[in-house]
């Protein structure tokens, strides 16, 4: 049963949530309905309604005016939820559920780690949904612990006891718009990708080239660094003194080391001779307990396919190289190799965006495997391809009846055709110095065939592509709020 929200609101509290009378108030009776929320008054202020109180039934509803400028005002309140205008125009309505789950009060949040107090179970054990008494905008409440320059959106319950609240339920405007309307993570490539081809991305280079002295020295050279690899899949670092320290430093402006099966954070590649019967180092006859430590070429691939997790970012700091011994680094655009079969074979494109293809990685020590599609789109979006996931060498043995094996190969066929479509191959020549640091979720590498007495030596490591995005959202963040300390 509805009962008038004034026979339960202390007015204490009432004068609390409207201690902003700069003007005098203005009385009228509204309807439910009513959107009218600015008033300009005879003084010339303008002036945001604070206060939508009274009974559902007669709607006798007294409003106060104040002089704050809230971004969000209240368009109509029922028992069981508010719908509030966004700057946008934007009119979203709040459930009375979602307004007590989400509720901002000391009560319902710890200030000291911004978590949630443990109150759900305890809230929907009630049977219905909670109910709403009133709903007003106040410049500040006192149950609201952080300052928010906006305004509160301050909510009383018809049924707090039942519903476990004590008093009523506040949200900063400024916190519920960011909530209401957010606004882009800057850590997602979503609408900054720029997809590439060999010729578009060797034109765009420039863009995506800094000097390690910039980036280790510098926040903003450092961010824009981390944009390139948002935004291209990769950046290249020049100048990288020619230490395994250079390689930690510069890491570590990102992020840690992510530990793998492989190495615990920083990991080298170079050839590895194994003495032969005779004791002599031939030719082809190399350790190869992972073909990365051979002196084979290597067709485009991601990384560590058969975890769960692959490594977001991968480093690939250059310490020898011999362009005239082979050995070039090659790079490919697995959003372009998605878009090019979406727009050219598109049953190809759905198989491989539907079907889970087995990888592993399989020695004495160790049995990784995953199933797992090769294009992974967004969960909210599935226009949108979020990763790429790919490695002929190890994908796992899976059996396939003939007819399944038939359309299995066909369609990895057409997508070992787009992958290594020459029109897509961006081959760069890194020389000692050159750091490249791209998204193993994106950009498959590779590389050509080389001579075993090629003095050819990398070290680098992985971060974990959620401390990458760590890092650019901090970093925008402080770019934002106009930080500059480096
Ligand atoms: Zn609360």
Redesign the pocket.
Known sequence: MLRAASSRAPLSYACRAAKIHQCAPARNHVSASSSTRLRLLPSGCRLVENGVRGNFKGWNTRRRFATIASPITIHDVSRDSIEVVLPSGARPRLSSEWL?DH???????DYSTYQRKD?AEAWMAASGAPAIASATIASQHA?LPVSDESGVLVVEWADGNVHG?V?P??YGLTWLQRVLQPTRDTASDVYTRRVWTSESMTSSLPEATFAYTEVVTSNERLLQCLESIRDFGFALVESTPLTDEATHVLCSRIAFFRRTVYADGLWKVEVKPMQSASGSADEGDYSTADTAYSSLPLHAHTDCTYFEDPPGLQVFHCHASDPAGGGQSLLVDGYRVAHDLRANAPHTYEYWRRTPVAFHFTDASNQYIQHKPVIQTLAQDESVVAAFRFNKYDRAPVAMSPDEAAVFYRHLKVLLSAIRAPAGELWLSLTPGTTLIFNNHRVLHGRSGFSVRSPRKFSGGYISMEDYHNRIRVLCSQRKSGVTSD
């Open positions: 007590r509720c901002q009060c000391s009560g319902c949040i109150q149950s609240h008093g339920s506040v």
